[in-house]
């Protein structure tokens, strides 16, 4: 909720869960306790730009066991003698005060956990997997298809052979004189040879 010109956070909704809160650049100057009761997992909070005066304004943060990050940029509390010292000493849990620890070493710029990179590495892992089982499927269908080339192979070679054997009979039957060829031929058909009928007329 960034520049929206925002006066105080008693509206907020009940947030259990959440975890980052940005509330920089409206005018908000106090009323902090209502964070500890609406958002109370609260690791980072972001104040900057705000109206912010003293440190007492401060104190309701206590209430947020877990805040371990917290920016008052451009906030007026910055400008009090000892601020650094005297925030960290009225929140003990904070790790980070405007970007850096209280021994000046600057934050990472991320936390993982608050900006939701682990979900982004769930999402790509998801789809890394669902690649895999795509490859599988790929993989299943050209098997499926070699399967099939293969049978229509073996089919092609069993025409094959059977054309052979029709071949075979044409051309053990070219092999025969052809007197013969023409007699067992008539024979099959049940005529009589007409030798047999001259035989016949003499006697």
Partial sequence: MININLLSVSNLPKLNK??????SDNRISGGLEVLAER????????????KIKDINTLEPLKKLPNLHSLDLFNCEVTMLINYRESVFTLLPQLTYLDGFDADD???PDSDPEADGDGLEDEYENG???DDD?????????????????DDLEGEEEEDGEED????????????????EKRKRNLED?????PEDEEDDEDD
């Fill in 18 to 23: 959440l975890r980052k809160l940005e509330l």
């Fill in 189 to 193: 058909e049940g005529e009589e040879d």
């Fill in 133 to 149: 089982e795509e490859d599988d499927l790929d993989e299943e269908v050209i098997e499926d298809e070699e399967d099939e080339d």
């Fill in 164 to 179: 052979g054997e029709d071949d075979e009979e044409e051309e053990a039957d070219d092999d025969l004189p052809r007197g």
């Fill in 105 to 107: 070493q600057e934050a």
């Fill in 127 to 129: 789809e890394e997997d």
């Fill in 39 to 50: 958002t109370p997992n609260l690791t980072h909070l972001n104040l900057s730009g705000n």
